[in-house]
């Protein structure tokens, strides 16, 4: 059961990390280590959003999004009234991203959430759909002010894909609702690979806390399901 919020969307964090949670490698290699059922559990999670947000590091990893093609997932969104693909929305403080990257080239509304400087790399382009110049605080862009755009634009729902550093930035702002984990069967290690919360991190007694809604074994692989507890 979702809780209700205002003023911004219902936030998913959806990531597969290793046994030692770490997101990728000591090389930031694009995360293939999940299985097809991690997969299909990704793009189960995408359907049922409005908008799924990543960074520019995780976009310029893959150089892709993940696309919804299993036709049950596709006729579920139809029937709900919905587009066959959520708007995927770039974050980005630079907005420095390749322009030849696969990811312009696939049929997903395409948004870039920035800042003013970073906007104004996009003038005039038609690469992105649309382009959000998002206030800025001392640390980087507000969340808080993007959120309030988000609802605005009428997203409802919105799934968090990576990385790190995006996710540290909506926690530290209070607007992730739930937590997909999914703890994939090998051991990456190194002190400078990703995990699925960077930034300066939290202190034991101010961290956020999470209620534990399922757990799901599949093969070799464990499926967690959390809430924030506010």
């Known amino acids: 059961m979702e809780i209700l919020v205002t003023n911004r969307p219902y936030t998913i964090v959806v990531l597969a990390m290793s046994a030692d949670g770490k997101i990728a490698d000591v090389q930031a290699s694009p995360a293939r280590f999940g299985s ?11 359907a049922l959003v409005d908008g ?9 990893a893959y150089g892709t999004t993940l696309m919804i093609s299993d036709p049950e997932l596709l006729e579920q969104r139809e029937l709900q009234g919905k587009k066959s693909q959520p708007t995927h929305i770039v974050c980005s403080g630079s907005g420095k991203i390749d322009p030849k990257l696969r990811f312009f080239q696939q049929p997903v509304p ?5 800042t003013i400087k970073g906007s104004q790399i996009w003038q005039g382009k038609r690469e992105f759909h649309k382009v959000f110049a998002i206030k800025m605080l001392e640390e980087g862009i507000n969340w808080v002010a993007a959120g309030e755009k988000l609802a605005e634009l009428g997203l409802q729902k919105v799934a968090v894909l990576g990385g790190g550093k995006l996710v540290a930035s909506l926690l530290e702002a209070d607007l992730v609702d739930e937590f997909w984990l999914t703890v994939c069967p090998l051991i990456l290690g190194g002190e400078n690979a990703p995990s699925p919360v960077a930034g300066a991190g939290f202190l034991a007694n101010l961290a956020p806390k999470l209620q534990l809604l399922s757990v799901k074994t599949v093969d070799q692989e464990v499926f967690l399901h959390y809430r924030l507890q506010r």
Do not use: C
Request: hydrophobic residues 50%; positive net charge.
């Open 36 to 46: 097809g059922v991690d997969k299909a559990h990704l793009e189960k999670q995408i």
């Open 52 to 60: 799924v947000l990543f960074g520019a590091g995780t976009l310029r």
């Open 110 to 114: 395409r948004w870039l959430f920035t």
